[in-house]
């Protein structure tokens, strides 16, 4: 059984048990893990807090931005400047990097972050998250220390010290990799902490079932439509045996749901946008997403490459993504070598 140990128990002891990590990122971390608390109470309150609805601004991916998009990346923008920890910030909803402004020290990491994915449920109250990765800053000689400038945002997602996520759904739940296997804590509201509720958290080999946006199938390539399709005949199929098929809409949701009971999740490549790799940002959520994945015995690309040796080239690269029970993103890949 799981011992129900506060996440600042569990840092700690990553810090001074096992070593896994410096005591900055453990405060970094314990920031983050603050802010989305913040933000837990602002979905909560939905309209009592009026928080909910559209901005009238646009991101720079040209998306609509929800109101709760914006208050969501200004909790994490305050909570995590001035701690001393941080070099810079990136997110999805901002077009370029946020230094740390001078007035505060300058650490030496940066944190990118998805600050509220799956926007499209805010409204309807179904599950929505913050998604977080931490990189460390390259160059760490301090006769040579240049100001920090998007280059050093661009590392493959191998390079991570730190990711995770935190879904608010009908419980609030962070889940965190610091390179040491993966581990979830519910919030309890009531003692306002972060508590350990699952740890060494494995997906299965092996699953039935899937999920996509089934009705991009039109589009799709053809070793991702060989896939559905075979999943799809079911018992009578090449597969032998059916497929169940679920989509939130929401990442953060969908792969919460392949960590708890195993799955596969696809968002690909398709003709809507021949010349875009993906809809979804390499750095906000898939190289998270894929570290906490391989970290539970998953396997994450993007149909022909791992998709944490991306090298990424910009700050809001998008990509193809296959993620979750081994077996299948094994399939999936071989698919498209073949195909
Ligand atoms: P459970 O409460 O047993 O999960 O059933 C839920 C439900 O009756 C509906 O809420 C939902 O629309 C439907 O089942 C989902 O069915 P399926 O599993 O076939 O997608
Ligand atoms: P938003 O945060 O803009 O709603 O995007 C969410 C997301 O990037 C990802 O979380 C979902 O898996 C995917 O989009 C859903 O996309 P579809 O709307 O095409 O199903």
Known sequence: MTKRISLTRYLVEQQRVDGHIPGDLRLLLEVVARACKSISQAVNKGD???VLGVADTENVQGEVQKQLDIIANEVLIEANEWGGHLAAMASEEMDSIYVVPNRFPQGEYLL???PLDGSSNIDVNVSIGTIFSVLKKGNDNPDTIEPVCEQDFLQPGSQQVAAGYCVYGPQTTLVLTVGDGV???TLDREQGS?????ENVQIPADTREF?????NMRHWDAPVKRYVDE?????????????????????????????????????????????KPGKLRLMYEAN??????????????????????IQPTKLHERVSVMLGSKNEVDRLTSYHSTL
């Open 231 to 275: 999943c799809l005949a079911g018992k009578d199929g090449p597969r032998g045996k059916d497929f169940n098929m679920r989509w939130v809409a929401s990442m953060v949701a969908d792969v919460h749901r392949i960590l708890t009971r195993g799955g596969v999740f696809l968002y690909p490549w398709d003709k809507r946008e021949p010349d």
């Open 194 to 198: 972060f508590v350990l509720t699952r």
């Open 288 to 309: 998270p997403m894929s570290w906490l994945v391989e970290q539970a015995g998953g396997a994450a690309t993007n149909g022909r490459q791992r998709i944490l040796d």
């Open 211 to 215: 999920a996509i946006n089934m009705s």
């Open 183 to 185: 581990a979830m804590f």
């Open 112 to 114: 990118m972050f998805d």
């Open 48 to 50: 009592l807090g009026g």
